[in-house]
């Protein structure tokens, strides 16, 4: 049994595979403070709480985006769950060609994303990912990893929104009754979630002008779905696609 960790700026999410099926998946708040006890202490309490332990699991394969909390998942896996992890770096097979300016500076977890949609759906695509940041990721025809674009995420738009306006309050990211909001709160959810979907339907228009028509929309990441149901432009949504690629990546190297 592979456990899968995605380590994010602001969500850690794991993922169990049996064979090629994903089975229990957890997600818990990146904690840059927190030690590798506490961190080890927690996933074995999942694990248990699914009814396993490390001894039923054959390795750890890893991705993350946050050096400091890196380290100590490293220790985490050693100490905790009996395992060295193959950690998604320069070093590693993953099948992607990456034609970036500089290889090393794109996030692991974007040539997961790449590594996984070569392999289940094929290219040309366009990834968005809505994590603390909204990426889109462009994949060729025949896989290689071309770049993207980064935008902020919708929360932390809206952290800002809050923290910067004295009279704007925290509002839950769901869909308001209308677009023309009749209160402050409807009027931010409007912009938030209406004003993303613009946002994702723009930059999929522009990536499809450079990667041809027959390019493929796939979603990922926590508010993939939410996203996906204001807007025809996204046609499939995969919330576990880094660990798909994480397990794909892991199967190239052993």
């Known amino acids: 049994m592979l456990m899968t960790i995605d380590i994010g700026n602001t969500n850690i999410t794991f993922g169990l595979y049996e064979g090629e099926e994903l089975g229990p998946r957890w997600r818990m708040a990146t904690v840059h403070e927190s030690m590798p006890d506490e961190y080890g202490f927690q996933m074995v309490g999942m694990l248990q709480q699914?009814?396993?332990s490390p001894d039923n699991l054959t390795?750890?394969?890893m991705a993350s985006v946050v050096p400091p909390v890196t380290g100590k998942f490293e220790e985490v896996c050693r100490r905790y769950?009996?395992?060295?992890?193959l950690v998604v770096d320069a070093g590693v097979k993953t099948g992607v060609r990456i034609h970036y300016e500089n290889p090393?500076?794109?996030?692991?977890d974007r040539i997961v994303d790449a590594a996984a949609v070569q392999k289940l759906?094929?290219?040309p695509a366009c990834v968005v990912d809505f994590g603390t940041g909204t990426t889109f990721d462009a994949i060729t025809k025949d896989g290689d990893y071309l770049g993207?674009?980064?935008a902020p995420g919708i929360g932390i738009a809206a952290d800002a929104l809050f923290r910067r306006a004295a009279k704007l309050p925290r509002v839950d990211l769901v869909r308001p009754p209308a677009a023309i909001g009749t209160n402050t709160a409807n009027s931010m959810q409007s912009g938030l979630l209406f004003g993303y979907v613009g946002l994702v339907e723009g930059m999929v228009a522009r990536f499809r002008k450079e990667l041809g028509p027959d390019m493929k929309v796939i979603a990922t990441g926590g508010l993939a779905e939410v996203i996906a149901r204001e807007t025809e432009v996204i046609e499939i949504i995969a919330p576990w696609l880094t660990l798909d690629g994480l397990k794909i990546i892991w199967d190239l190297n052993h």
């Open 148 to 150: 993207g674009a980064i």
């Open 59 to 61: 390795g750890v394969a």
């Open 104 to 108: 090393r500076s794109v996030g692991a």
């Open 50 to 52: 699914a009814g396993f």
């Open 121 to 123: 759906y094929g290219g």
């Open 81 to 85: 769950l009996k395992h060295e992890p």
